[in-house]
């Protein structure tokens, strides 16, 4: 019965153009200029700092939960080639990942670090590199059976960024990789640390964003509907953890995620075929 509700609500959605947000709860429209977000972060608990992908500004917003932007930055030092994800550190450092990579080709992978941007006067901020490459990667592009280094996600702990990759592998193997960075300026190698497969849909299954949980007992890792929650872990390696799939039964272009504390997830998703550029919110489950 589930499954025949959720495929009536689907249907619902696409002929009479109803919204369908499944367990999200609607919090704000999004500004019609930012289309395009692909990550965001929370530092105060009424405000979210968002960026956008391929091809827009090089520039940080602040909206509140009316979905109005309060604050813009221009990043200075850097170039949006494919933001696409935020987070944060202990300090409230602000990291943006310019490691979108679609076609496997990029040489010129970079994590941007700007200092807490509640902090910060004006309208510019400063940026320092990050810049890494993955040592597994030998071919720009590799041939479409080892599509592995497209990333949209990351989270910080304990002085390390952990990147995720985005399968665009051709035929798909839900296969993702997990490495890690230094958390400080310089150009590295990536180190992987383990590997993930959370399932084999390629419609939902690539990982779009992820985070951790502010005391580090939970990472939770989004697709294009679902959310993978993994618990009972140790880091480096994640995935020897538990993980729980939650189905969201949406499956607008969901692209980011972040915690606003233990339990509460604030989420948001592009514009696609007129539908989505929401921000949302979801409760975990206790168990």
Same mark, same amino acid.
């Given at each position: 019965m589930k499954t025949?509700?959720?495929?009536?609500?689907?249907?619902?959605?696409?002929?009479?153009?109803?919204?369908n947000y499944g367990q999200l709860v609607y919090v704000a429209?999004?500004?019609?200029?930012?289309?395009?977000?692909?990550g965001i972060v929370s530092i105060k608990d009424s405000t979210v700092w968002v960026v956008e992908d391929n091809g827009n500004k090089d520039e940080l917003y602040k909206l509140n939960f009316k979905g109005d932007i309060v604050k813009s930055f221009k990043?200075?030092?850097?170039?949006?080639?494919?933001?696409e994800d935020l987070t944060k550190d202990a300090l409230n450092n602000v990291y943006i990942a310019d490691i979108g990579n679609n076609n496997n080709d990029r040489k010129d992978l970079v994590i941007y670090? $700007? &200092?807490?941007p509640e902090d910060e006067p004006g309208d510019k901020i400063d940026a320092e590199k990050i810049k890494?490459?993955?040592?597994?990667q030998k071919k720009f592009p590799p041939k479409k059976s080892e599509r592995l280094y497209d990333a949209e996600a990351i989270f910080h702990r304990n002085g390390k960024l952990f990147i995720v990759t985005k399968n665009r592998t051709d035929p798909f193997?839900?296969?993702?990789?997990?490495?890690t $960075? &230094?958390?400080?300026?310089?150009?590295?190698?990536a180190k992987l640390v383990g590997t993930i497969k959370v399932c084999e849909d390629w419609k939902t299954c690539q990982i779009t964003s992820i985070d951790i949980s502010p005391?580090?007992?939970?990472?939770?890792?989004?697709?294009y509907g679902k959310l993978f929650l993994f618990t009972d872990f140790l880091l480096d390696d994640f995935a020897t953890g538990t993980v729980k799939e939650i189905d969201l039964e949406t499956r607008n272009q969901l692209e980011s995620v972040c915690f606003l504390n233990e339990q509460t997830l604030l989420l948001s998703d592009e514009v696609s075929h007129g539908n989505g550029g929401n921000l949302y919110r979801y409760i975990l489950p206790e168990k």
């Open positions: 025949r509700a959720f495929f009536f609500l689907a249907l619902l959605t696409i002929f009479c153009g109803c919204n429209d999004l500004p019609g200029n930012l289309e395009e977000n692909s990043v200075k030092n850097a170039k949006n080639n494919d933001w670090k $700007v &200092p807490n890494f490459y993955y040592p597994e193997n839900g296969k993702a990789l997990i490495y $960075v &230094p958390d400080s300026k310089g150009k590295y190698e005391d580090g007992k939970k990472i939770v890792a989004l697709s």
